[in-house]
């Protein structure tokens, strides 16, 4: 987009980089992630098909009464995405990618429905019941996609109940064993497709590719790894927000059970509390404010087990952490803060508090660094970094970005990456524009 709007853009700019300023680099607000191998054509259902295959018996999803093992979620996902198969007529959007919404509450049938979806070579686009009619409308409009499963019987879904159930019923009949690649409608479109709240009056379909949400799940795996005890995580964040990757398929992936939660349990602090400590879940993804409503429902040695707390989606305050450090061991426990946004597969840097004398005078809790595979640059309005200390806007390039919005809106939010040395083959030769100042 710049280097068409704008005729010399990339050999300009660096000149004028390389020229003017890049002689004091260090001074200058850039900073890289770790650079870690990414294969570019792994998909997140083919290395969950290998986690089930060394795992069969262990189970994979706890839900109120309900479990179900590795080998039974591979085997109904596979019976479920054919089912799709015969149900739909493969016709992919406006951008080329092939697209099933999905409005099904919390349970074990979400999970399988997402992973069949996979299987199938398409993306899922999750939809809330309680969302506005106009706003699923917009939505179903703009992203065209292909299937509508859903629970609830709303206009808007085009009988979405008839459809959920005989799926399922035709599902049942049909062969559980794995589609082929030659078999799926697509392999290289996007995994997930999220529509953002609409700060700007309109919501916008984010493109996440399998590459960029493996590239999350594999930092967040290296940087803060599961304890050879920890072997049920739970899933609780709606499934329309994007930490709810993470923590539905992070866990998956590395052979743990997940705890599926039901709303009513999400809603209620204490019943929270009390199922997380029952289940001796060890690590919880939450924004500050539900932070807060936990911290005031404690009771003593309630979380004992939850050592690692991620807060994200909203700014965690110095007073809030300080808050956390009076209810827990600083020897034991960690607050850590994520920031990011859905453009940007949820979380581009992290900062971890892990004492109560980190926290002592902090009057702000920094973003942090950033994470592997990805760089965030502070510019100007030429695109030039500022120095250090200085007051620029955000811009994050790396294998986090998504792939764009749907039906190509703002092309101007992904734009090539000026500073780039070997834009073909450098994984930073695009970046997106945050909107955001910082320093």
């Known amino acids: 987009y710049a280097a068409a709007r704008w005729p010399g ?58 479990k179900l093992t590795f080998s039974e979620l591979n085997a109904r996902a596979n019976q479920l995405a054919r089912a799709m198969l015969l149900r739909t007529e493969a016709t992919p959007n406006q951008d080329g990618d092939y697209i099933i919404a999905v409005c099904i509450e919390p349970s074990i049938e979400l999970v399988v429905t997402l992973l069949a979806i996979w299987k199938l070579g398409a993306a899922y686009l999750p939809l809330d019941k309680a969302f506005p009619a106009a ?42 064993s794995s589609l082929s690649d030659s078999s799926m409608l697509s392999v290289g479109g996007p995994a997930i497709v999220l529509y953002t709240s609409g700060s700007t009056g309109v919501p ?11 590239n999350r799940l594999r930092w967040q795996w290296s940087t803060f790894p599961y304890s050879a005890g920890e072997q049920v995580c739970c899933f609780k ?24 939660l039901p709303k009513e349990v ?21 924004v500050p404010s539900l932070l807060r409503s936990i911290l005031m429902v404690l009771r003593p040695g309630q979380l004992a087990s939850l050592r690692t707390w991620v807060c994200s989606g909203e700014p965690l305050s110095a007073q809030l952490a300080r808050d956390f450090f009076d209810h827990f061991n600083e020897q034991t426990h960690k607050l850590c803060n994520f920031y990011g946004s859905t453009e940007i597969m949820g979380d581009v840097t992290y900062h971890v508090l892990d004492s109560a004398a980190q926290v002592k005078e902090m009057s702000k ?38 792939l764009g919005y749907v039906n190509n809106r703002d092309p101007e939010r992904w734009v090539p990456n000026p500073l780039t040395v070997d834009p073909e083959r450098d994984s930073c030769s695009h970046f997106s524009h945050s909107h955001q100042c910082c320093r």
Not at 152 to 163: D, G, K, N, W
Not at 204 to 214: D, M, S, Y
């Open 237 to 260: 964040t709606a499934l329309t927000f994007v930490d709810s990757v993470s923590e539905l398929w992070g866990p998956l992936l590395c052979s743990r059970s997940v705890l599926v």
């Open 9 to 66: 853009y990339r050999s300009q700019r660096l000149s004028n980089t390389t020229n003017e300023i890049m002689g004091s680099i260090p001074n200058l607000s850039i900073m890289r992630g770790d650079l870690r191998p990414l294969t570019e054509s792994e998909l997140i259902h083919r290395l969950l098909e290998l986690e089930c295959s060394r795992n069969e018996n262990k189970t994979a999803l706890l839900f109120q009464d309900n």
């Open 365 to 402: 809790v920094p973003i942090g660094k950033t994470v592997d595979n990805t760089a965030i640059y502070l510019l100007d309005n030429n695109y030039r970094p500022v120095m250090s200390g200085s007051m620029g806007e955000l811009y994050v390039s790396g294998l986090n970005l998504a």
């Open 204 to 214: 916008k379909g984010v493109r996440l590719p399998h590459r960029a949400i493996l």
């Open 135 to 176: 706003r699923v409308k917009h939505i179903l409009t703009e992203a065209r996609p292909m299937l509508v499963v859903a629970e609830s019987p709303r206009e808007c879904y085009i009988a979405a109940t008839a459809l959920q159930t005989s799926l399922s019923q035709q599902a049942q009949k049909l062969s559980d």
């Open 266 to 286: 999400t809603k209620d602090p204490e019943r929270l509390v009390s199922t997380l400590d029952q289940h001796k879940v060890e690590r919880l993804v939450l």
